[in-house]
């Protein structure tokens, strides 16, 4: 099994998957991505688990180096049985993203239900118990991440939004996590590249003095179905709408064995990046739906290849 792959600018962890259904204490048919957090306690993954009814919830998993991690007995987070999360999270939770902010862990996540998904946020100081703040967005919204630190006094969250099969990048604000406004488009699909149809939030936005280093990824469908890369973009650090660079090439696609074939094949979704030692990347994926893994790089590597941005269009 190849670590490396010249045609990617991240570098495959050796292990790979580094967890899978089989690592799961419970029977379960589906093991998604992971939501990615470095505590004073070690590494903490928030694990998308589908249950035997497809049904999906959270387990924890840690660890001491960030590679091998050992999974909790039990979900840390599973759909609420109270309103008014309780019917919107009645098909399940999905795509955890993990933002520290202020001493607080703010999570969001997709609340799924017939009437659809839209985003909800909820925070822990120990992934141990879990607060839900609201439901954020409307249907069909269902995927996001928060910024690691206020613009302007608000937070501020990425979102896709879906308008029939489009879904680009969007940006609004909040003062209470709860009631958001001032949105605005940031980013789009763009024709012809490797991110044609769709786009969405990947990781937590990375702080760097260049600008906030987004991790998103992009689909495109074929004749065989979709496929699912990651790309970076380079958003201002003060005016995160703006869009500074943006990479013409995917840092990651579908090409080991494990990523093409799956519950869902040719797929690398990334929901969690750590930065550790000011440059070093951990990039936590899930791989065709089917288990979660680990590629490395640098942020350094990542931010040159975001090409700058001329113009309006992106």
Known sequence: MSATNIHDLVKRWGGNPILTVEDMPFKCTALHNAAAVKTEKGHILLLRVEDMTGKSFFIRAHSDNGFQFTVDDEPAMVPSTEEPFASSEK??????????????????????????????IAKTDDFVTYERIGLVTQPEN??????????????????????GNAGDLWISFSKDLKYWGDAKAVM????????????????????????????????????????????????????PSTVLGRCDIPILSPREYYERVGDVN?????????VEDSDRLLLYYGAADTSVCLATSTVGRLLDACDPVDGPDV
């Open 266 to 274: 040719n797929v690398v979704f990334a929901c969690g990046a750590l």
């Open 142 to 163: 269902r995927s996001g991440a928060l910024l690691p630190r206020k613009i302007d006094g608000c937070f501020a969250l990425l979102t896709r939004p879906l308008v």
């Open 188 to 239: 789009t699909a763009r024709g012809g590249f490797w991110d044609c149809n769709r786009i969405g939030v990947g990781c937590p936005p990375i702080e760097t003095e260049q600008g906030w280093l987004l991790i998103y990824y992009g689909q495109k469908y074929n004749s065989s179905g979709h496929i699912y890369r990651l790309g970076t973009a380079l958003l201002d650090l003060e005016d």
């Open 91 to 120: 098909l399940g939770i999905q795509d955890a993203r993990i933002t520290p902010i202020e001493d607080t862990y703010y999570i969001t996540y997709t609340a799924f239900s017939p009437e659809g998904s839209r985003l909800a």
